[in-house]
């Protein structure tokens, strides 16, 4: 059974639920599906030592990694203060996402007019940075 973008949109929706963004009060949740068809999740944990806070599919991705994923198919990234708004992931992680993406990597988040697209991390972050092979 393939996973399904509302299955994964509703996903990244609980676990922002359990975001800790005490300074922000931005909550973010991210949902990813991997090669091996797992969803894994991440939220927000922000720290009192600001700089140390991490993002949400940060923790998305280090769940997938732990458990042998090694390549995401879809990530559906939400976020917003009391209700979503819009929220496209930071340049660190898109180049994070990058890591792990392909051409056929589909990022899926609320744009500015308040509605669900769809993205290439290529569109997102075109000329990525790769070690020379
Ligand atoms: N945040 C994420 O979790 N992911 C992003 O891609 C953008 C920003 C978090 C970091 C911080 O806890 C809060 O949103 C406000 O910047």
Redo the contacts with the bound molecule.
Sequence with gaps: MSISDLQLIETAKRARERAY?RY?N?K?G?ALSDENDQIHIGC?V?NETYPL?S????GAIAAMVVTGGRRIVTIA?V?GYDELTA????GG?RQRIAEFADERTRILMIDESGDWTEHTIDSLLPSSFRLPD
């Design positions: 963004a922000s931005f973010v991210a927000n922000e806070g993002c949400a599919e940060d990234i976020g929220c496209t992931p930071c992680c």
